[in-house]
């Protein structure tokens, strides 16, 4: 059974960071390109980036409200991919999700985990 | 990139069928063939319910159906059902800047 667990969401300062992991298991972690998304309380998706596997040398991609700010990883030995968050704004504040990538679709996401950026 | 324009809102009574459209430009639905439509309900994370324009995961019923036409790509519903009342989102491979673009959602509502 395929499963997706996100941690590491809570509450951080405007301009603080935070680092987020999603533990995957039950498929071929090492194989698949994996994708965050986010969504603020009430609002819609809004997808944050994607890393892609080794064999396409862990190309990352990010939307533009995120891009240099955030920084997407994996580690195939542990089956975790991550999500580093810095220079965090309080438009950040939301439920982030990681998902399975099949061909720029998500077949599979996790339950989310909270991240609440305010002071 | 902009978000892909979806109504905010579409409904039917249980039996009906029910369309609901997703529009891009050139750039990103008319342009690549990875349009997806997921289905979200209060509380849980999203679903796939259709990707590559067509294409149905194992386990989606077959009253769920997708199609593209030029910049719009549509998600039909068939022979309504109450457990179908969710929002739908649709996304698509936006190639020029290798971003993936959501629309806004479309909350369906069975009447």
């Known amino acids: 059974e395929v499963q997706l667990v996100e941690s590491g969401g809570g509450l951080v300062q405007p301009g603080g960071s935070l680092k987020l992991s999603c533990a995957a298991s039950g498929f071929t972690f090492s194989a698949s390109s994996m994708h965050w998304v986010r969504q603020a309380s009430g609002k819609g998706l809004e997808w944050v980036g994607r890393i892609r596997n080794r064999a396409n040398s862990y190309a990352t991609s990010y939307a533009a409200s995120v891009r240099g700010r955030f920084t997407i990883s994996r580690d195939d030995s542990d089956n975790t991919a991550y999500l580093q968050m810095n220079r965090l704004k309080t438009e950040d504040t939301a439920v982030y999700y990681c998902a399975r990538s099949t061909n720029w679709g998500c077949d599979y996401w996790g339950q989310g985990t909270l991240v609440t950026v305010s002071s | 990139q902009s978000a892909l324009t979806q109504p905010p809102s579409a409904s039917g009574s249980p039996g009906q069928s029910v369309t609901m459209s997703c529009t891009g430009t050139?750039?990103?639905?008319?342009?690549?063939?990875?349009v997806s439509w997921y289905q979200q309900t209060p509380g849980k994370a999203p679903k796939l319910m259709i990707y590559e324009v067509t294409k149905r995961p194992s386990g989606v019923p077959d009253r769920f159906s997708g199609s593209k036409s030029g910049n719009t790509a549509s998600l039909t519903v068939s022979g309504l059902q109450a457990e179908d009342e969710a929002d739908y989102y649709c996304t698509s491979y936006a190639g020029g800047s290798n971003t993936l673009i959501f629309g806004g959602g479309t909350k369906l509502t069975v009447l």
């Open positions: 050139s750039s990103d639905v008319g342009g690549y063939n990875y």
